[in-house]
């Protein structure tokens, strides 16, 4: 089972950035997709940024898109999500997500894939 940690959440004020980086115990080039995942309390978690493995095309979510982006370092089985300009909207638990057996789709404003391994969340809390 493909083994995945989050790390780089934390504290920051609304207009900053941050970087979240998601290891994998296996190469993430295995699978089709990897991707980064959010929740906030109450809610289900939606899918915010995408990456295909196979040509490195992007998906976005409508509430990140041009603030946020995803990247991956294959060398070091660990994918990246740049997050800049944060607003207090973007606070919630981050999770990473991989092993699926499809590629994302964008739908209803969001991002998904069947994806069955996930990292434990790492939380980003943005203040105004």
């Known amino acids: 089972q493909l083994q995945l940690v989050e790390s780089g959440g934390g504290l920051v004020q609304a207009g900053e950035s941050l970087r979240l980086s998601c290891t994998a115990s296996?190469?993430?080039?295995?699978?089709?997709?990897i991707a980064w995942y959010r929740q906030v309390p109450g809610r289900e978690r939606k899918g915010i940024a995408c990456?295909?493995?196979?040509?490195?095309?992007?998906l976005y979510a409508e509430s990140v898109e041009g603030r946020f982006t995803i990247s991956r370092d294959n060398a070091k089985n660990t994918a990246y999500l740049q997050m800049n300009i944060l607003t207090p909207e973007d606070t919630g638990l981050y999770f990473c997500?991989?092993?699926?057996?499809?590629?994302?789709?964008?739908?209803?404003?969001?991002?998904?894939?069947?994806?069955?391994?996930w990292g434990q969340g790492t939380q980003v809390t943005v203040s105004s």
């Open positions: 997500a991989s092993n699926s057996t499809t590629l994302c789709i964008y739908y209803n404003e969001y991002v998904w894939a069947d994806f069955r391994s």
């Open positions: 296996g190469r993430i080039s295995n699978y089709p997709a």
């Open positions: 990456l295909s493995t196979t040509d490195d095309h992007t």
